[in-house]
């Protein structure tokens, strides 16, 4: 029997095996990023900043947020730029990084000039923040089935070589672990973009434009960052091991956002979901933080940690898939919402930093700040309103948008064998009876809403079987599913198979 267009244009498509291949080099290449990461949040406990005294270590590492909010902020100013220069300025900017390995180094042999210092750590937040979008564009770029869960394994992964590294011992043996990590980030991520099909990567000016941040979107990222900030640097004024555990502990939401991810195609997946899910377990962390000992307080950092480690871990993938599924540029969109988020980091520290350092041992003041901390991230919240209303309207829109009058017109005149194909393509992809029904009105140019009132379903019901479909054809818009009917109609193979999903 021979095979159809849309047959063999699933044979064309990656193997399973291939993509499991691709997932789990991300996963390592990702995981990799993600222990350099954390090895900054958590530096002044590291090797690279505990041969200096506490107020100079969170001097540099203020001056590192800097750079890194300012390094967000110019890619998103010059995210065209950034996205096709992006191997290059990787290379570039993770080798200047390694500039706190040799400043390290220097600082504990000889005396090192505070500019140098300065530099050194300026390079760093220069490479992290590039490296941090490169990673994200990516994994933008990759078919979403398995996403989020790639994010996650990773997390798991960087999440023990943060832990192995900063506290390997002596020091020379930390500092070489501590190289090495940016290093096999770098050559994974250099890797993985040679060996993208160049058909999954459009032509800059194809990707289209999210919505500026709103306020209140901005206003609940940001107090999220500042809760990050402060706990971080809090732990490090019990002991640098207590800050590792605490860092060390990120593990475990890590784990949770991995087994979440196995029902994400199931959950309407939206930034209020993840902060419903995560606030409870932050405002009560953050509360008893006062009220315990220096073991508690531990405990309690480890809460709020793997609070924001999991809703982190979940917004991150959630971005990458709807920049996938929606070809959204994936540098314009992460970086303006990691601004927000990195200067509420550097908020937090700084506040962390004086309570520890200008004011120590006013419990009344610390007890003061702890409530109003909790206080910024519940009313955040209630300003965020429970959802992030512009972006999903901005995404819904993609989803159903309205044909173009010569689109209407040309599906008025489907051939009577229109459903013939329609059943060739279904079954090609081993869709179910109710994505079929769903698959026929798509083919016909309908969108989301008129399946809504035809098929008497929610819309959250729509969309997820819309993704589904999408997901088994490997496919990322309405209209490659009607190229695919159309390809099937004339078996000519004039026309080129549907591109993977994600391009």
Known sequence: MQETPVQQASVAQPTSHDLLNTYLIA?????????????????????????????????????????????????????????????????????????????????????????????????????????????????????????????AAGACLGTLIFVIAASASPASVSLFAITLIPMFSLSLLVFSFKNLPQASILPVKNYRRAPALSAAASISVGAHGILYGFITACMFFISPTAAIIVGGSGIIGSIAALLFSRYEPKIDLDNSFIQRVSLPVIVVGLLLLPLVGETGQVFCGCLVN?????????????????????????????????????????????????????????????????????????????????????????????????SSPAEAESFVKLPSHFYQRCDEVIAAFDLSPREGEIFYLLAKGRNAKHIQEKLCISSSTVKTHIYRIYQKMGINSQQLLIDAVDNNASRSGNRSAPPTEGV
């Open 27 to 151: 996963s390592l290449g990702f995981g990799c990023f993600i222990g350099w990461d954390l090895i900054g949040a958590f530096s002044p406990a590291t090797v690279l900043l505990t041969y200096t005294d506490i107020p100079d270590a969170f001097i540099l590492r203020l001056v590192s947020l800097g750079a890194l909010v300012l390094t967000y902020f110019a890619c998103k100013l010059n995210a065209d730029w950034f996205f096709e220069n992006r191997v290059k300025v990787a290379v570039i900017s993770t080798v200047l990084s390694l500039a706190v390995v040799a400043n390290a180094v220097g600082g504990r042999y000889f005396s090192i000039p505070v500019p140098l210092s300065v530099v050194s750590w300026v390079l760093f937040g220069i490479g992290s923040g590039i490296l941090d979008l490169i990673w994200c564009t990516y994994l933008s770029l990759l078919p979403t089935r398995r996403t989020l869960s790639t994010i």
């Open 306 to 402: 793997n609070a924001l480690a999991f809703s982190s871990l979940l917004i991150r993938g959630n971005s990458c898939i709807e920049n996938a599924e929606f070809q959204l540029h994936p540098v314009d969109r992460y970086a303006q919402r990691q601004v927000p988020r990195w200067f509420g980091f550097l908020v937090g520290t700084f506040v962390a930093f004086v309570l520890g350092t200008a004011i120590p041992e006013h419990a009344v003041v610390f007890n003061f700040v702890i409530v109003i901390m909790a206080g910024i991230v519940v009313t955040a919240f209630s300003i965020y309103n429970g959802n992030d209303g512009r972006n999903k309207e901005f995404l819904n829109g993609l989803l159903t948008d309205q």
